[in-house]
């Protein structure tokens, strides 16, 4: 079956950077869309960042400029670049993928990003 398990939160202080990881397993990675949401307490999950099979990314525009996702189909792997960390950044973050040929959503369980002013 299909698996994203996410690595990489963590606590900073506001200026600083995180980078999260998300390995999928259970099928070829090169046929999802990728992308990582996040959810902040009381808050509705909402997308970050996405980047499409051929590597185009879009980005929610709160973290235009600080934030870069990427992907390495060779790693089976999606990243999430955090720098200039902010508080309001805090949330758990969420591993997305979309198989484009069967349309199913798969999530991974969540790393918790805490940024402290």
């Known amino acids: 079956q299909v698996q994203l398990v996410e690595s990489g939160g963590g606590s900073v202080q506001a200026g600083g950077s995180l980078r999260l990881s998300c390995v999928v397993s259970?099928?070829?990675?090169?046929?999802?869309?990728m992308g990582w949401y996040r959810q902040a307490p009381g808050k509705q999950r909402e997308v970050v960042a996405d980047?499409?099979?051929?590597?185009?990314?879009i980005y929610e525009d709160s973290v235009k400029g600080r934030f870069t996702i990427s992907r390495d189909n060779a790693k089976n792997t999606v990243y999430l670049q955090m720098n200039s960390l902010k508080p309001e950044d805090t949330a758990v973050y969420y591993c997305?993928?979309?198989?484009?040929?069967?349309?199913?959503?798969?999530w991974g369980q969540g790393t918790q990003v805490t940024v402290s002013s």
């Open positions: 259970g099928s070829i990675f090169s046929i999802f869309a």
């Open positions: 997305n993928g979309k198989n484009l040929i069967t349309g199913r959503n798969y």
């Open positions: 980047v499409t099979r051929g590597g185009t990314t």
